[in-house]
């Protein structure tokens, strides 16, 4: 099966302790993006890579990284720089570097205990 | 200003008819429009998207898209309980990322 796979599904993650965040996808997509969703907001950007060895920065960066060392992974690190990192992490991709449609995976829900 | 505008709702209708959801965008460079329906819990779902002026339609959807107005909206015709959800707008900015509006939450009352 083609798609996009996030683990795990629920994290917990007590204060002052980085957690990695699990980004695979399969469908041979140059870009990968990571978006962070609070109740009664919207998607908001975390980071963005449009091709391997290569991210950027979206309007929440601080607090988070990532990497991008293989075309099908990008997995996101919540550090403890983090202030308040409670909150749904979706992960998406895209064909190309342009705007072409994100399909998203099915999220980690993370909690700090 | 936001950079994507939705009105949160909630947007009740009853069942078999039209649910409409509006949203408006401040850059007027934008050239793809998205529109994604999120079940709670679950992550956003593709239902439609639309580049150029005017109706495109897909089965009981259709997107409508005013580039002048800097606005997109979309029709639900023959709505179902299985309708109510979440519909972010999504807009495509510098080529290189969307913005989401916060999402209209949609009820079908069977």
């Known amino acids: 099966d083609g798609g996009i796979t996030q683990s795990p599904k629920y994290l917990f993650r007590k204060e002052g302790q980085n957690v990695t965040l699990s980004c695979e996808q399969n469908?041979?997509?140059?870009?990968m993006y990571w978006y962070r969703q609070d109740p009664g907001q919207g998607l908001r950007l975390i980071y963005y890579?449009?091709?391997?060895?290569?991210?950027q920065k979206g309007d929440i960066a601080e607090g988070y990284s990532v990497s991008r060392e293989k075309k099908e992974s990008f997995p996101l690190t919540v550090t403890s720089a983090q202030k308040n990192p409670t909150a749904f992490y979706l992960c998406?991709?895209?064909?190309?570097?342009?705007?072409?449609?994100?399909?998203f995976g099915p999220g980690t829900r993370l909690t700090v205990l | 200003q936001k950079e994507v505008e939705q009105n949160s709702g909630p947007l009740s209708v009853p069942e078999g008819a039209i649910a409409s959801l509006n949203c408006t965008y401040s850059?007027?460079?934008?050239?793809?429009f998205f529109w994604y329906r999120q079940y709670s819990g679950k992550s956003p779902e593709l239902i439609m998207s639309?580049?150029?002026?005017g109706d495109k339609e897909d089965g009981r959807f259709t997107a409508q898209l005013n580039k002048a107005s800097q606005y997109v909206s979309l029709l639900i015709r023959d709505s179902q309980p299985s309708d109510s959800a979440t519909y972010l707008c999504?807009?495509?900015?510098?080529?290189?990322?969307?913005?989401f509006g916060t999402g209209t939450s949609l009820t079908v009352i069977p």
């Open positions: 998406a991709s895209s064909i190309g570097w342009t705007t072409d449609t994100q399909y």
């Open positions: 469908l041979n997509h140059d870009a």
């Open positions: 890579s449009q091709i391997v060895n290569d991210f």
């Open positions: 850059d007027r460079g934008s050239q793809s």
């Open positions: 639309i580049y150029s002026n």
């Open positions: 999504a807009v495509e900015h510098d080529g290189n990322q969307f913005y």
